[in-house]
C-alpha cells in the first residue's frame, strides 16, 4: 500500500449503443485486437482435435452430429468474422448485438435450437490490476460458442479436462460443457472474494498503525469501486443460474440439472461473501475516521492536562506580577524562596491527582 501520487480519474459508464438500429453488430468497449483468434476443440469419447486459427470459416467444417465442438472467439472488435459466425449458426441478430456490447448485464435467453448466456469473467491480471471482461456463451445441440473480449481467461482447466478425457466431459453433451464454463468462472469469483478479503485486512492492519500511510484513503476508495464492479456482475448472475436449473430445453440433460443446482448453491455463498466484505468496506473510512479522531483526541487531552496544570501556575504567577506597592509577600526575605516552593508543591500535585485519575 505505497503512496499515491496521482488521482486515477473516475471511469464513467458510456453507453454507445444509445441511437443505434436493434440488432446492428458495433463493438462497445475498449479491448481490442490487430487479427481475431479462434481456437476450436472437437471431440467425442474416443478424440480430440484442436485448431488455433484467424478466420472463423475454418470452424464451419467441425458442426457433426456425432463430435462436440467448441469454438471460442477472442477480439469482439472483429464485428464482421462474428457476424459470419452468427449467420453460420442460425444465432439472432439482438444476440450479436448482446455478444460485443460490452455494457450488457448478465442474462439468458432461450430459443428453439439454442441457449444464449451473457456474463462477466471476472480475474486479476499479472500485475494485480482488476480485470472485467465480457463473456458470451451460445450452446447449441452439439456446439458452444464463446465469444471474449481478449486473450486469456479461466478455462485452462475445461480444456485439460477434455484433452486428457477426466471427469464427464468427453462422455457428455453441449450442456455438460456448459456447465463445465460457467462453473469455471464462478470458481474464478472465490479467488476474487478471497483477493479481496487480503486487501480488506491489510487495510485494516494500516489503520491502526502508529501512522497510517498518507495512501490508504486512496486504496479504500479503489477497493470500494472494485466490490461495486464485482457485485453489478455477480448479482444479476444468481437469476441467470435459477432460470438455467428450472428450465425444461431440450438442450438440459437432467442429469444436468443438480450440477446446475451445485452452480446456484456456489453463487448464493459467493453473493453473500460480497455482501460481508462490501459493508466492511464501507466500515474502512469510518474506522480511519475514528482512528484519526481517536488521535487527535490523545493530542487534545494532553495539551489539556498540561493548561489545566499551568492553569494554577500562571494565576499566582500572575498575581505577584501585579504593580501595587503593597504586596505583602513581595518584603519578605525569602519570598522569592517560598514563591518557587508553592509553585512546585501546586505542580507536582496536579501531576499527583492526574495520574491517580489515569488521565497520564
Do not use: C
Amino acid at each position: 500500500m505505497g503512496k499515491r501520487k496521482s488521482h486515477r480519474k473516475k471511469e464513467r459508464i458510456k453507453y454507445s449503443s444509445i441511437h443505434q438500429v436493434p440488432g446492428q453488430v458495433t463493438y462497445v468497449g475498449s479491448k481490442t485486437s490487430e487479427v481475431p483468434s479462434v481456437e476450436i476443440i472437437n471431440y467425442n469419447k474416443e478424440r480430440v482435435d484442436k485448431v488455433h486459427s484467424q478466420n472463423v470459416e475454418d470452424a464451419f467444417n467441425f458442426n457433426k452430429e456425432e463430435t462436440i465442438t467448441w469454438i471460442n472467439v477472442n477480439g469482439l472488435n472483429h464485428t464482421k468474422e462474428i457476424e459470419k459466425l452468427g449467420k453460420h449458426y442460425n444465432l439472432h441478430p439482438l444476440i450479436l448485438e448482446d455478444i460485443v456490447n460490452t455494457q450488457q448485464r448478465p442474462k439468458i435467453d432461450d430459443y428453439d435450437d439454442y441457449m444464449f448466456i451473457v456474463l462477466k469473467m471476472l480475474y486479476y491480471d499479472e500485475h494485480n490490476e482488476f480485470v472485467n471482461e465480457h463473456l458470451s456463451i451460445a450452446v447449441g445441440k452439439n456446439y458452444i460458442l464463446t465469444f471474449q473480449e481478449a486473450d486469456g481467461d479461466v478455462f485452462d482447466g475445461v480444456r485439460e479436462r477434455i484433452q486428457n478425457a477426466r471427469g464427464r466431459i468427453r462422455n457428455s453433451g453441449s450442456d455438460y460443457l456448459m456447465y463445465a464454463l460457467i462453473d469455471a468462472v464462478i470458481d474464478s469469483y472465490f479467488t476474487i472474494i478471497e483477493t479481496m478479503a487480503e486487501k480488506i485486512e491489510v487495510i485494516e492492519d494500516s489503520l491502526f498503525l502508529e501512522n497510517p500511510e498518507e495512501g490508504i484513503t486512496q486504496d479504500i476508495q479503489d477497493l470500494k469501486r472494485e466490490i461495486l464492479k464485482i457485485r453489478r456482475s455477480v448479482f444479476p448472475l444468481r437469476e441467470v443460474i435459477s432460470r438455467l436449473e428450472k428450465s425444461d430445453h431440450e438442450l438440459i440433460d437432467q442429469k444436468t440439472n443438480s450440477y446446475l443446482r451445485d452452480l446456484y448453491d456456489h453463487i448464493v455463498q459467493i453473493s453473500e461473501n460480497i455482501e460481508i466484505y462490501r459493508e466492511m468496506t464501507w466500515g474502512l473510512m469510518d474506522m480511519y475516521m475514528t482512528t484519526i479522531s481517536n488521535k487527535m483526541n490523545e493530542v487534545m487531552k494532553v495539551l489539556t492536562i498540561m493548561a489545566s496544570i499551568f492553569i494554577p501556575l500562571t494565576f499566582m504567577a500572575g498575581i505577584y506580577g501585579m504593580n501595587f506597592e503593597h504586596i505583602p509577600e513581595l518584603h519578605l526575605k525569602y519570598g522569592y524562596l517560598y514563591f518557587w516552593i508553592v509553585l512546585i508543591i501546586v505542580f507536582l500535585g496536579m501531576i499527583w491527582y492526574f495520574k491517580r485519575k489515569k488521565w497520564l
